[in-house]
């Protein structure tokens, strides 16, 4: 076992290329292995010559990915502990933006941010200058560049149990809480990736455009490869998301090999990129397209497949995998070169919370998500603590060394969900022949009239419906009239006249009661762009729920007077 500080030093032997950077304005930077161990051996130094020594907490908030990388990788070398915080993408919303970032400076400690010149204006103002805020020092860029040491050293000794970097989670459903992942951690997931599940080696090309400030962006691609001497192009983030032919694009003129995406991706790319575009690429060279960080549709990756395999993508590349942050990255992939595990199931079964295949048109389509890794071990529990059998939905219990040490200075939170060596997810799934299939959130589990329905299901049905923006919609319980659980589903909708808008929410619970056998309480229709979501993108179905009962939500259609009263559900243990 090695620490990611001493993969750095290995690494400089070789003379062959670590990462591409394509940098926002176009251009590219590339850094070869010994470069990389020398610049940040260099950052190193004057992080500590700044007066920030082993265990100090540091924010990194920084747009370019080689700024990020190479300010990531110093302060690590400086045993340092880096707290990735994601960039503001627009002026819009600043105000929410600087309450997130002072909740995260405060939860973890760090008095230090790294930032770039051109939001050192925009921090002081929105989050340094702020009645209240505590003493934050910024620390840019280019303080931390020049001249450094010919035989490059670090400053601090890191062992494998310290502290690597605090992974803050999304906060979909609480503010976000920082999971401390450790240098051991990081070795062993980092091997579980690369080579028990990508059975990877320095002939392996990584292409990403994930966010840097999130855990598969910046293990996946930025921690884990390194350990396999594997290269990584990396792309800005908005320039998938402004042009996401893009992302393919770059696979195919870098010839990688290896590259991941959340579900949303992948639809976006059959639905966005021309024919004309991709006319001329060559993507045999790709053996795995990870996929997730989201729930996973069969059909999405389907259709990506079909949509590309002229230009000789072999479906065989699709790779589902879970994991979350409190796990390090990856808890489960799929097998490589093997085709997708697709099982459907028997609604009604389901909603008893027993996974019976059927042959029916009418049935759940799920993606198996593959095996754990070795060393590692996964159980389905009851609401009792009770381990399930084979097909039985529970609650996805995790166990091993890319298990996280807890939430920092969050012994409450830690001791609910980090329990004698078990992590509790609180995703629902089930095991049929050693493979995972994830079901949903336990705490978005909608029960009514004794029957279970998945959120994910009923917003794939209603993102369906022409006229709801495709993926922008959620579905979440309340209390209805009779004290009973009932659904409601908020969607973005296209702009349209208020007698097609009535129409479109009868349109929405119509499918859905065919569908699922369903009856939607309320349908409420609001503005593009206004669905409240985390920094990865992730949907928040509470923050929603909480906007729509304070009246905040942009809506299209006036609401009819409602007259159920929100009620909390007992809760159980989970984590976030």
Request: charged share 20%; aromatic share 6%; with cysteine.
């Amino acid at each position: 076992m090695r620490t990611f500080v001493e993969v750095l030093r290995d690494n400089s032997v070789y003379a062959e290329h670590a990462h591409t950077f394509l940098r926002m304005d176009g251009t590219e930077r590339v850094i070869s292995f010994p470069e990389l161990w020398r610049l940040a051996c260099g950052r190193a130094h004057r992080l500590h010559a700044l007066g920030l020594h082993k265990g100090a907490r540091v924010a990194l908030i920084l747009p370019e990915p080689d700024a990020f990388v190479l300010a990531f990788l110093g302060a690590m070398t400086a045993g340092l502990v880096p707290v990735p915080m994601y960039p503001p993408l627009t002026l819009a919303k600043m105000d929410a933006y600087g309450e997130t970032l002072r909740h995260i400076l405060h939860a973890s400690g760090a008095d230090t941010i790294i930032t770039a010149a051109a939001l050192e204006p925009m921090l002081r103002k929105h989050l340094l200058e702020v009645p209240g805020s505590a003493n934050v020092r910024l620390i840019l860029t280019s303080e931390l560049e020049g001249e450094t040491s010919e035989r490059p050293v670090p400053p601090c000794d890191v062992k494998l149990d310290d502290l690597a970097f605090l992974q803050f989670t999304s906060g979909s459903t609480h503010q976000p809480k920082g999971v401390m992942v450790t240098h051991r951690n990081l070795a062993h997931n980092a091997h579980a990736i690369m080579f028990d599940g990508l059975r990877a080696n320095a002939s392996d090309r990584g292409v990403s455009w994930l966010p840097l400030y999130h855990d598969m962006g910046l293990i996946g691609f930025v921690v884990a490869p390194l350990f396999a001497q594997v290269q990584v192009m990396f792309m800005p983030t908005m320039s998938f998301i402004r042009r996401p032919s893009s992302w393919l694009e770059s696979l195919h003129r870098f010839r990688g090999t290896i590259t991941f995406a959340p579900n949303f991706a992948y639809a976006l790319a059959t639905r966005a990129i021309s024919e004309e575009q991709s006319g001329a690429w060559d993507l045999s060279c790709v053996k795995a397209l990870g996929c997730g960080a989201e729930p996973i549709h069969a059909d999405t990756l389907s259709r990506f497949a079909a949509r590309f395999q002229h230009c000789g993508l072999r479906p065989e590349a699709l790779l589902p995998c879970y994991g979350l942050a409190e796990a390090t990255l990856a808890v489960t992939f799929a097998a490589l070169d093997e085709p997708l595990i697709v099982e459907r199931i028997d609604k009604r079964a389901m909603e008893r919370g027993v996974a019976e295949t059927t042959s029916s048109d009418d049935a759940l389509e799920l993606v198996s998500c593959g095996k754990t890794f070795p060393g590692h071990e996964l159980a389905i529990v009851g609401e009792c603590g009770a381990r399930l059998g084979d097909r039985s939905v529970g609650e996805v219990w995790v166990r091993g060394p890319s298990v996280a040490r807890g939430y920092y200075e969050h012994p409450g939170a830690s001791a609910e969900t980090f329990v004698d060596g078990w992590l509790k997810t609180g995703d629902l799934g089930y095991v049929a022949s050693g493979e995972l299939f994830v079901c949903g959130r336990a705490k978005d589990l909608i029960i009514t009239h004794g029957k279970n329905y998945y959120p994910q299901d009923i917003e794939r049905v209603a993102s369906d419906v022409n006229g709801i923006r495709a993926e922008q919609c959620v579905a979440f319980a309340r209390s209805g009239p009779d004290g009973s659980e009932e659904c409601v589903i908020v969607a973005e909708a296209h702009k349209l006249a208020s007698p097609e808008l009535r129409g479109l929410v009868a349109a929405v619970k119509q499918r859905v009661r065919a569908e699922l056998g369903l009856l939607v309480g309320e349908v409420v229709l609001i503005k593009r762009n206004s669905l409240p979501k985390t920094s990865s993108g992730k949907v928040r179905r509470r923050d929603t729920r909480a906007r729509l009962e304070a009246g905040t939500l942009a809506l299209l259609l006036e609401r009819p007077r409602v007259l159920s009263v929100p009620k909390a559900r007992a809760s159980r243990p989970h984590a976030e």
